[in-house]
T-cell receptor
Framework: EDKVVQSPLSLVVHEGDTVTLNCSYE??????LLWYKQEKKAPTFLFML????IEKKSGRLSSILDKKELFSILNITATQTGDSAVYLC??????????FGTGTRLTVIP | SAVISQKPSRDICQRGTSLTIQCQVD?????MFWYRQQPGQSLTLIAT?????????ESGFVIDKFPISRPNLTFSTLTVSNMSPEDSSIYLC???????????FGPGTRLLVL
């Protein structure tokens, strides 16, 4: 059965800290891995990763994929209170049905 | 990325009734999807809304409970039928498009069934 596992489930940090969120997966088919940020209802797209070892970067956020070890990490440096959200990892097996992990709830306190 | 809107944004309904959720996209898209996110859970795909044909449902979801329409390439509806409190969830539509067919999500509909 396809599954996506995220860790930790929740994380509380202080502003300015650096955090690393983990996503491991076991799927029959793999096309890409996606990261989303969910603050209220709608997940907003962060990154799509298809190749191992190539870091995607957007401001203070970066992500990398390891297709051999079947995991990805999302790094956030110099965290701000606005980074507080649930971060979702999803795998696209190529049939458009994304498999989501349960998410990591990040809380950044001033 | 496409601009996606959903109506209603939230609703409180009585058990046994039905609610239709609308999803509108500002551009034509090939693929539209409906997801459910139950409290404290992650997103689960309900079905793929196919334009001009019946929706494709995932395991555990059936057309009688979640009828879907897709009359054109910019619009879809999801109906939650004969609701029970277990249907209390966030319902999200998404579209596939752009570079490498990334999925983008609408703002969601928060449903509470009493």
């Amino acid at each position: 059965e396809d599954k996506v596992v995220q860790s930790p489930l929740s994380l509380v940090v202080h502003e300015g800290d650096t955090v690393t969120l983990n996503c491991s997966y076991e799927v029959t088919n793999f096309r890409s891995l996606l990261w989303y940020k969910q603050e209220k209802k709608a997940p907003t797209f962060l990154f799509m990763l298809t190749s191992s070892g190539i870091e995607k970067k957007s401001g203070r956020l970066s992500s990398i994929l390891d297709k051999k070890e079947l995991f990805s990490i999302l790094n956030i440096t110099a965290t701000q209170t606005g980074d507080s959200a649930v971060y979702l990892c999803a795998v696209d097996p190529g049939a458009n049905n994304l498999f989501f992990g349960t998410g990591t709830r990040l809380t950044v306190i001033p | 990325s496409a601009v996606i809107s959903q109506k209603p944004s939230r609703d409180i309904c009585q058990r046994g009734t039905s609610l239709t959720i609308q999803c509108q996209v500002d551009s034509q898209v090939t693929m539209m999807f409906w997801y459910r996110q139950q409290p404290g859970q992650s997103l689960t795909l309900i079905a793929t809304a196919n334009q001009g044909s019946e929706a494709t449902y995932e395991s555990g979801f059936v057309i009688d409970k979640f009828p879907i329409s897709r009359p054109n390439l910019t619009f879809s509806t999801l109906t939650v039928s004969n609701m029970s409190p277990e249907d209390s969830s966030i319902y999200l539509c998404s579209v596939s498009g752009g570079y490498q067919e990334t999925q983008y999500f609408g703002p969601g509909t928060r449903l509470l069934v009493l």
